[in-house]
């Protein structure tokens, strides 16, 4: 039998949507007020997804005390109250939108799940917009 759990997790954090190699008026066109040069924040709400083979020993997918424990450290406490921009190493060269954020979410994730699990990173931005990833 096969199953998914979930595991919700939140953090706040800054950024600034822009490309250095465009002008401030294209940014602005493009990324609207997400291009503010001083930033802006988001509550960012996160539900990881891991799916696979139930173990008939333990009756669990994947244990979500350890998925608890791998969403807050891993993540959590690694975005929670930065400027992405500034502080986060893979922002340095990279957009960090909220497509970009699920996937080095995803990334940051995956090589601590059991390869045979499947894994899924839906990223809200805000209450109204979120990103699915999935690997792929």
């Given at each position: 039998?096969?199953?998914?759990?979930?595991?919700?997790?939140?953090?706040?954090?800054?950024?600034?949507l822009h490309?250095?190699?465009?002008?401030?008026?294209?940014?602005?066109?493009?990324?609207?007020?997400?291009?503010?040069?001083?930033?802006?924040?988001?509550?960012?709400?996160?539900?990881?997804?891991?799916?696979?083979?139930?173990?008939?020993?333990?009756?669990?997918?994947?244990?979500?005390?350890?998925?608890?424990?791998?969403?807050?450290?891993?993540?959590?406490?690694?975005?929670?109250?930065?400027?992405?921009?500034?502080?986060?190493?893979?922002?340095?060269?990279?957009?960090?939108?909220?497509?970009?954020?699920?996937?080095?979410?995803?990334?940051?994730?995956?090589?601590?799940?059991?390869?045979?699990?499947?894994?899924?990173?839906?990223?809200?931005?805000?209450?109204?917009?979120?990103?699915?990833?999935?690997?792929?």
């Amino acid at each position: 039998m096969k199953a998914r759990v979930k595991r919700k997790g939140h953090f706040n954090a800054a950024h600034r949507l822009h490309r250095p190699d465009w002008s401030n008026e294209k940014n602005e066109a493009i990324f609207g007020l997400c291009s503010n040069p001083l930033y802006h924040g988001h509550n960012y709400n996160l539900t990881v997804e891991v799916g696979g083979e139930i173990d008939p020993e333990t009756g669990f997918v994947m244990d979500l005390k350890l998925l608890k424990n791998l969403i807050e450290n891993e993540i959590c406490k690694y975005l929670d109250h930065k400027n992405l921009n500034e502080q986060i190493p893979e922002f340095k060269e990279l957009n960090p939108t909220a497509e970009n954020i699920s996937v080095i979410i995803w990334n940051k994730l995956r090589p601590k799940i059991p390869q045979h699990l499947s894994l899924e990173v839906e990223l809200f931005e805000t209450e109204r917009n979120s990103v699915v990833y999935k690997g792929d």
